[in-house]
């Protein structure tokens, strides 16, 4: 049999994985970046549930995730003043995590070790500063021969086997393979978020809590302590739909104009809003790393179309929190059922869109009541939430109310990921 010529699109966290998963398969794997070179900046994110299950299943991946994990005990929720009135903290056993995860690791750093470890294999080769430019199915369905891949920055058309897209909630190949638009099955949240990282300690050296205020119209912001660095920053503005209007439009006007101008719209939402925020937005006009964009979920009918597949945000945005955790299964599930169907794709697409729909679900299902909980919008709302938020940490029933708070925060047994009979 022909060694399958994989393409994937997009070197963050589903793009890497599934690279290395591809080559697992006996594959050979080219994997585009729109960047020039691999993305650092980002906040924290989380493994969990079936992304633990991935990681342990991936050589050294573990101990290389562990080096790296930020050394967070919790995070504090303070007042306006500064004074603290509520502590989530980690659970202590990675099996049964809480909000606040065991594998808490900034983004840069968890796509920097997968980058790492397949960048040298033999059978992998990573381009930055390409994208796709078109896609051409050949058979009538797509689903019997070869696909054709144009190039948008100079690299050579190519044929490949099987086209991967991995770039993200706000996917432009997906609208290429599917025929879409690109914010067709895009389902918005009404919040943005916004990180980056600061030169002034907001904690205290050597405090390993992290501190999270919100303010009035669903304002929030946190800070966590940065070992290599001083402080990482990320705001959350969450402000439900009204009229039918998407309460995200400015945000991704000033998006349309760059990044200065974004910066601007960010303060200014943030300006005068109480606690250390005002300190924070003249260091943000500053952040090298800065890096905001719409939360959206992406729900579509088909992960697939004929030898064109979608892994990560770009097939199932989930919001914060579940997002790396699926595109790790998403990739190890898609490149283990192609194993398993030798020979024969589009069964292996029925059974990656198998195993992962009951998944996608689940871990879709969860945010309903989060923006009400750390976003509430008026000051009655924020006074119920403290209110109600103090007393469960200080009688403890949090730490047993987290464990009920849906698939995102559950434990790593309740998903059994397939294993699957590798090449190599
Ligand atoms: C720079 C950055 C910072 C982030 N910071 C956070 C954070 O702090 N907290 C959080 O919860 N989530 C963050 N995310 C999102 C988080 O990484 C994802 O939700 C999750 O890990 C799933 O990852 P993904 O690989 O599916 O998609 P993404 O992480 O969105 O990665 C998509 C990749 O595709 C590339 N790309 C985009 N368009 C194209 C194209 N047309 N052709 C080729 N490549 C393309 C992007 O540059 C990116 O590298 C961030 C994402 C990025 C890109
Ligand atoms: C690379 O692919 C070739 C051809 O399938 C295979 O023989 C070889 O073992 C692969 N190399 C590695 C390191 O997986």
């Known amino acids: 049999m022909p060694q399958l010529r994989v393409l994937i699109v997009g070197a963050s966290i589903a793009g890497p994985t599934a690279a290395y998963w591809f080559a697992r398969a006996g594959a050979k794997v080219t994997v585009i970046e729109r960047f020039p070179h691999l993305r650092t900046n980002g906040q924290n994110i989380d493994i969990r549930t079936v992304g633990v299950t991935v990681m342990r299943r991936m050589s050294g991946l ?35 995590q809480s909000l606040v995860s065991e594998y808490e690791i900034y983004r840069g750093d968890l796509s920097r070790i997968l980058y790492d470890r397949t960048a040298s294999h033999p059978n992998i080769t990573y381009i930055f500063g390409e994208q796709v430019a078109s896609i051409q199915q050949h058979g009538e369905k797509g689903e019997d021969s070869s696909v054709m891949v144009e190039f948008a920055n100079g690299s050579p058309a190519a044929e ?21 638009g690109v914010r067709d099955h895009l389902v918005p949240t009404g919040s943005w978020a916004a990180y980056f990282s600061i030169k002034q ?139 398993k169907h030798k020979g024969d794709l589009a069964g292996a697409l029925r059974g990656y869109e198998d195993v992962m729909r009951p998944l996608i679900d689940d871990m879709q299902k969860v945010p309903r009541f989060l923006p009400a909980i750390f ?47 590798w090449e190599e």
């Not at 994990?69 to 056993?93: E, K, M, Q």
């Not at 432009?172 to 393979?177: E, K, S």
Request: hydrophobic fraction near 40%; glycine fraction near 12%; proline fraction near 4%.
């Open 201 to 339: 300690d907001l904690l205290g050296a050597g405090d390993n809590i992290g501190k999270a205020y919100n303010a009035v119209d669903g304002r929030f912001i946190a800070a966590a302590p940065d070992p290599w660095g001083v402080n990482r920053v990320v705001m959350i503005k969450h402000q439900p739909p009204t009229h039918g209007r998407d309460a995200t439009e400015s945000f991704r006007e000033a998006m349309k104009q760059g990044e200065d101008t974004l910066k601007k719209f960010v303060a200014q939402t943030y300006r005068g809003a109480g606690w250390k925020c005002d300190e924070v937005i003249q260091d943000m006009m500053k952040a090298e790393d800065f890096y905001a964009s719409e939360i959206v979920h992406v729900k579509l009918p088909h992960l697939s179309k004929g030898r064109f597949v979608l892994v990560g945000d770009a097939g199932y945005a989930a919001s914060t929190g579940t997002g790396t955790s699926l595109a790790m299964a998403g990739a190890y599930v898609l490149a283990g059922e192609v194993c």
């Open 62 to 96: 573990e101990e290389a995730v562990r080096a790296k994990t930020i050394p967070l005990a919790g995070i504090g929720f303070v007042r306006s003043n500064g004074r603290p009135y509520g502590i989530i903290s980690t659970t202590g056993d990675p099996d049964q």
């Open 160 to 180: 490949f086997d099987l086209v991967v897209g991995c770039d993200g909630a706000t996917s432009r190949t997906r609208a290429i393979g599917l025929g879409v």
């Open 375 to 421: 976003t509430p919008q008026t000051a009655w709302g924020l006074w119920l939430r403290n209110t109600v938020f103090a007393f469960l940490c200080w009688s403890g029933i949090l730490e047993l109310t987290q464990r009920f708070f849906a698939g995102s925060f559950a434990n790593t047994d309740r998903y059994q990921l397939p294993e699957y009979a």
